[in-house]
Nanobody, 117 residues
Framework: VQLQAFGGGLVQAGGSLRLSCLASGITFSNYNMGWFRQAPGKEREFVASIRWSGGTTYYADSVKGRFTISRDNAKNTVYLQMNSLKPEDTAVYHC???????????WGQGTLVTVSS
C-alpha cells in the first residue's frame, strides 16, 4: 500500500495550491480519504476528509470556506484545493485512507506547504 502526496510548495499569503494524493495497493473506492497537517512544533491536526462515495465531506473550522477536498476514484486520487492561504496554513500535509469499521489507517509521506506573509 502506498499513498503519494504531491503539490506542496512555497506560496504567498492569499495564494492557492492543489495537493494530490495518489493511492496504490488498495481498492481506492472503498476507502474514506483525508488530510491531516503538522506544523513545526505542533501536533498533527485534522484538515479535511471525504467519504468513500464522495458524497460527504468534513472540514476543520480553520479551513472551511477556503479548502475543498475531492476525489477521483477512476484515478485513485484525492485532492485538496487550498485557496486564500494564510501563513498559519504552513505545515506538512499528510493524506490518509481508512475503511469503515477497520482500525487500520494508511498514511502518505507528506508534502510541505509554506505560506509566506
Amino acid at each position: 500500500v502506498q499513498l503519494q502526496a504531491f503539490g506542496g510548495g512555497l506560496v504567498q499569503a492569499g495564494g492557492s495550491l492543489r495537493l494530490s494524493c495518489l493511492a496504490s495497493g488498495i481498492t481506492f473506492s472503498n476507502y474514506n480519504m483525508g488530510w491531516f497537517r503538522q506544523a513545526p512544533g505542533k501536533e498533527r491536526e485534522f484538515v479535511a476528509s471525504i467519504r468513500w462515495s464522495g458524497g460527504t465531506t468534513y472540514y476543520a473550522d480553520s479551513v472551511k470556506g477556503r479548502f475543498t477536498i475531492s476525489r477521483d476514484n477512476a484515478k485513485n486520487t484525492v485532492y485538496l484545493q487550498m485557496n486564500s492561504l494564510k501563513p498559519e496554513d504552513t505545515a506538512v500535509y499528510h493524506c490518509y485512507g481508512r475503511v469503515d469499521a477497520e482500525a487500520r489507517v494508511y498514511w502518505g509521506q507528506g508534502t510541505l506547504v509554506t505560506v509566506s506573509s
